[in-house]
């Protein structure tokens, strides 16, 4: 039996592999379109709010020991979080160092991340966090602090918070587990 597709055969393992390659370059497209980071050199062009926190952040650096501060990359990222189809501003002080101080942004909670909705900022300490879509609302989660869960700090424990624009807050729930 002939068939039309035989003069173009290519063994399966090939054609897996130049799928794989296709989709690795979408993805990785599409997440420098909504989740890229900034670089250092952008902070010039941060929110008030954000640029007064990376100020507090640089001042409390140099008041310890004459300290350099410096901004790590990926601690500065645009991403929407509100599902406007804009990209909001993020900081997050993971990405903060100082030469006099290794541990002057983050503890056993985590660090700070400054999220700039709305033309506000909201605050929250995690572990990390990412942005995903649940249906028609874009929903940050976090991982947090044990405590949070009625633990200790290893206690597995994440938060979940969409936008609310009309009311301008974060909206979560703790939800009643049977």
Request: glycine share 8%; aromatic share 8%.
């Amino acid at each position: 039996m002939i068939n039309a597709i035989d003069t173009s055969f290519q063994p399966a393992s090939q054609i897996a592999r130049q799928m794989k390659c296709l989709v690795a370059g979408i993805v990785l497209a599409s997440g420098l379109v909504w989740t890229s980071p900034a670089v250092a050199a952008d902070v010039s062009q941060l929110p008030p709010g954000l640029q007064a926190k990376v100020d507090l952040a640089a001042r409390a650096c140099a008041s310890f020991n004459d300290g350099q501060f410096d901004l790590d990359w990926g601690a500065v990222e645009r991403v929407d979080l509100d599902g406007d189809l804009q990209r909001d501003w993020v900081l997050n002080e993971s990405g903060f160092a100082c030469s006099s101080a290794a541990s002057l942004y983050c503890g056993t909670g985590g660090c700070m991340s400054h999220f700039w909705v709305s033309e506000e900022v909201h605050s929250l300490l995690n572990q990390g966090w990412t942005v995903v879509d649940f249906g028609r609302q874009r929903v940050v989660v976090a991982d947090i602090h044990g405590s949070n869960c009625d633990g200790i700090n290893p206690t597995p424990c994440a938060t979940a918070s969409v936008w609310d624009a009309e009311a301008k807050t974060w909206r979560s729930s703790a939800g009643d587990w049977e």
